[in-house]
């Protein structure tokens, strides 16, 4: 609890020394006299960080920060006799400007609720910020301040003087909300020093045409728009904001100077002209930062759609291509797909004088395992006759469910010696598995298998599936559980029986 005590103070600290910073500097940059009036009051938008981080602390910082700006500003000539009177005065002072931190922090508080993160994201929503946050908070208090600098005799009693000062009050106040606002969730975020180091040089690219604004050709302060808006579109809303900061403290404290080609007229008609150009361009570069912010982020949504999306077709491309090309019962490649292979190995197999050989392996008595085990006990009997011999042959071989209960194997590189010696494997293999049927009544299956070797006078993979099939019948008609080839060997080729 200590050290979140501690954490709040430490906090409120900056926040009151960040507020007397703005307040001040806002009042040496250019005030309008009499009245003492800042031109764009910067301490408005310090506050409402204040409240809106510390709450009911931030509340106490604004108050006490005002009263320290304020109070030194009311002195005229002797303060002995008038103490008690500015003392109250600025006690006013920092009661309304308090109003005003805490009706702009309960209006962002609320659209926060109502908007949640689309708050800052959707350039529609700007409007509401720059109306509820900046604009109202300010209009209210502004009665305010006008009737108790009147009963202070701070400013002139005639009607003209009271609008202008009105309108000046209000346009300072509110342009200090709005610049610096849109500041806020970079500083819950703790990114704000990261955004003012990323736009740095863009920042610096802007004096040159205030110097040239100021000092050597009047009235072409519009060419640091091109700059602002390349700020607006690439770096969105903090840099914008930073942009904008410069520009009017500078503008202002050079005209006041007697710089540049607003200082030609009255004082406070040059200000009151500042005021509204700061104002504009605010409110074209936010919105434009924004709604290029709302871009991004949709052009990101858009290619992460495209990806999942993308994602989604080649999951699907690959599920057709796996249904295209596999047996759904035993999940080995395909009637089809098998013979595309095999084709490319006789090919191979020709091209190369290499070895090939080709394996047709028959269910022995499937129909009666369906009939009297039942077709779910028949479609695991296949599976696991898939199994086995994909354990029994080697990678470069393939073996494929060639339709109902028979199989074919491919076997590169491997002459009849040799593929009736994996044969022979399978054959084994399969006759000492127990099956289980759903009954829990145990059995046993056998295969009978035919080879053949590719013969040179071989064209195509049809001849050599005649011939292996042909040799397969032969082995049933041996008696079944057994192995023929299409080639008879000097040893009249294996031959089993059980």
Same mark, same amino acid.
């Given at each position: 609890?200590?050290?979140v005590n501690n954490?709040?103070?430490?906090q =409120? ?5 960040l507020? &007397?910073i #703005?307040g001040?500097l806002?009042?040496?940059?250019g005030?309008i006299?009499?009245?003492n ?6 301490? !408005?938008g310090?506050g ?5 981080q510390?709450q ?5 910082v ?12 009311l002195?005229?000539g002797?303060?002995?006799p008038?103490i008690?009177?500015?003392l ?6 920092s ?11 309960? !209006? ?6 109502t908007?949640?993160?689309?708050m800052?994201t959707?350039p529609?929503l ?5 109306l509820h946050v900046?604009?109202?908070p300010?209009?209210?208090?502004m009665?305010?301040?006008i009737i108790?600098m009147?009963?202070?005799g701070l400013?002139? !009693?005639?009607f ?6 009105a309108?000046i009050l209000?346009l300072?106040?509110t ?6 606002t849109p500041l806020?969730?970079?500083i819950?975020?703790g990114?704000l020093f990261k955004e ?12 040159p ?12 302060l #519009?060419?640091?728009m091109p700059?602002m808006?390349?700020i607006a579109?690439?770096?969105?809303m903090?840099?914008t ?7 009017? $403290?500078?503008g &202002?404290?050079l005209? /006041?100077?007697?710089h540049g ?7 406070v ?5 500042i005021q509204i150009?700061v104002?504009?361009i ?8 924004q709604?290029?912010?709302q871009? !991004?982020?949709h052009r ?14 080649a999951?699907l491309?690959a ?8 047996d759904?019962l035993?999940?080995?490649p395909n ?8 084709s490319q #190995? ?5 091209r190369y004088?290499?070895?090939?050989s080709? /394996?047709?392996?028959d &269910?022995d ?11 779910? @006990?028949?479609?695991?009997?296949l599976? @696991?006759?898939?199994t086995i011999?994909?354990q029994?042959i080697?990678?470069?071989d393939? /073996? =494929? ?6 199989? &074919? ?6 002459d009849q ?6 044969a022979?494997k399978i054959?084994?293999?399969v006759a000492?598995?127990q099956?289980?049927?759903?009954g829990?009544?145990?059995?046993n299956?056998? /295969? ?5 070797p590719?013969?040179?006078g071989?064209?195509?993979?049809d001849?050599l599936?005649?011939r292996?099939? $042909?040799?397969?019948?032969?082995a ?6 057994c192995?023929r080839?299409s080639q008879?060997?000097s040893s009249?080729?294996?031959q089993?029986?059980t």
């Open positions: 609890m200590n050290k954490s709040s103070y430490l =409120a600290s900056i926040y009151l020394v507020y &007397v #703005a001040e806002s009042i040496q940059l005030t006299n009499p009245g009036m800042a031109i764009i009051w910067l301490a !408005s310090i409402l960080f204040a409240i809106l510390l009911r602390l931030g509340i106490v604004v108050l006490l920060g005002s009263l320290i700006v304020n109070t030194p500003h002195f005229r002797d303060w002995h008038q008690s009177q500015i109250l005065s600025a006690m006013i002072f009661c309304i400007d308090t109003l005003q931190s805490i009706l702009a922090a309960k !209006s962002y508080l609320y659209l926060e609720k908007h949640k993160k689309s800052w959707q529609s700007l409007p509401k910020i720059w900046c604009l109202i300010a209009l209210i208090t009665p305010l301040f108790l009147l009963s202070r400013i002139p !009693s005639d003209f003087s009271i609008i202008l000062r309108t209000l300072a106040d342009s200090g909300l709005l610049m610096l806020y969730p970079y819950r975020a990114t003012f180091c990323r736009a740095f040089w863009y920042l610096v690219a802007i004096l045409p205030i110097y040239i604004n100021f000092f050597i050709l009047d009235h072409v #519009a060419l640091t700059i808006i390349i579109v690439k770096l969105r903090a840099a904001n930073f942009g904008l900061l410069i520009i009017t $403290q500078l &202002v404290i005209t /006041v100077q007697g080609g607003w200082a030609e007229h009255h004082l008609t040059s200000l009151f002209q150009f104002f504009s605010t409110l074209a570069l936010q919105y434009l930062a709604a290029q912010a871009i !991004s982020q990101e949504e858009l290619e992460f759609e495209v990806q999942l999306r993308t994602e989604s077709l999951a491309n599920e057709l291509t796996t249904l295209a090309t596999t759904e035993t999940r080995l009637r089809r797909e098998w013979q595309l292979k095999a #190995a006789i090919l191979q197999a020709r004088e290499q070895a090939l080709i /394996v047709m392996i &269910v008595h499937f129909k009666h395992v369906n009939d009297h085990y039942g077709h779910l @006990t028949g479609d695991l009997v599976k @696991t006759i898939a011999c994909q029994n080697r990678g470069p393939s /073996v =494929a469910r060639w339709g109902g209960e028979e199989f &074919v194997i491919l076997l590169p590189e491997t010696t040799q593929a009736i010696i994996v022979e054959r084994q293999a000492q598995f099956h289980s049927s759903l829990h009544e145990t059995f299956v056998t /295969v009978s298998l035919g080879i053949t590719l013969l040179a071989d064209i195509t993979l001849e599936l005649s292996a099939d $042909q040799a397969m019948y032969h049933k008609e041996a008696g079944r559980n192995i080839s008879a060997l009249n080729y294996l089993h029986k």
